[in-house]
């Protein structure tokens, strides 16, 4: 079975710019979530999706919103790019329930100037 | 904020050796798991305990875990050049069902 799939796998943008960042789940895995990793930091939560509807959000500015379509695959949208916004973002896949493991896609490097 | 702390940042050792890292956190937990990363790429799975469990083993991997410290920590042994990477202590949040992870250690197997 294919593992959790983003693309692009790199991206360069410049201040101001939107970006959208895909990611497609497990088959049979009905929650996403993303992550951005900031250079030397670990993993910092911004939204959880399942069954479309938004579960959770951490602590990002409305800059960054998300989707859950109904095949579950999700994008993230980043609009009005900062260079603070340059990371690793990484989305998570599960099956359902909040005490199952989460598996995590190989990641998608923004690069803003 | 991050929810973990790993200790040590950063560990060097030679194959063969074993190597510790622990993870303490902040507020009570469902479970913990430990990650793995290669040089800034995806996050690979590597166990999770539950919070009523004390011990796991994973082939060369072993966590314990003590909630009365609210600490973790994962042994690997018998190490190997391809066992490179940072590692990540997580804690989940039942509100959202986010992960919380820590700052990570940077393991280093020299051959």
């Known amino acids: 079975d294919a593992g959790v799939t983003q693309s692009p796998t790199h991206l360069i943008k410049t201040r101001g710019q939107h970006v959208t960042l895909r990611c497609s789940p497990i088959?049979?895995?009905?929650?996403v979530s993303w992550y951005q990793q900031v250079l030397g930091q670990g993993p910092q939560f911004i939204f959880q999706?399942?069954?479309?509807?938004?579960?959770g959000r951490g602590n990002f500015p409305d800059r960054f919103s998300a989707r859950q379509f109904p095949n579950y695959s999700s994008e993230l949208n980043v609009n009005a790019l900062l260079l603070g916004d340059s990371a690793l973002y990484l989305c998570?896949?599960?099956?359902?329930?909040?005490?199952?493991?989460?598996?995590f896609g190989p990641g998608t490097r923004l690069l803003v100037l | 904020s991050q929810q973990g702390e790993e200790d040590p940042q950063a560990l060097s050792i030679q194959e063969g050796e074993n190597a510790t890292m622990n993870c303490s956190y902040k507020?009570?937990?469902?479970?913990l798991q430990w990650y793995r990363q290669n040089s800034g790429r995806g996050l690979v799975h590597l166990i999770l305990?539950?919070?009523?469990?004390r011990e796991k083993h994973s082939g060369r991997l072993r966590v314990t875990l003590d909630t009365s410290k609210k600490s973790s920590s994962l042994l690997i042994t018998a190490s190997r050049a391809a066992d490179t990477a940072s590692y990540f202590c997580?804690?989940?949040?039942?509100?959202?069902?986010?992960?919380?992870f820590g700052q990570g250690t940077e393991l280093s197997v020299k051959p």
């Open positions: 997580a804690t989940l949040f039942d509100q959202g069902g986010k992960l919380i």
């Open positions: 998570a896949s599960r099956r359902g329930g909040l005490q199952e493991t989460q598996y």
């Open positions: 305990i539950r919070s009523n469990e």
């Open positions: 999706y399942y069954e479309k509807e938004e579960r």
């Open positions: 507020t009570s937990i469902n479970n």
């Open positions: 088959s049979g895995h009905k929650s």
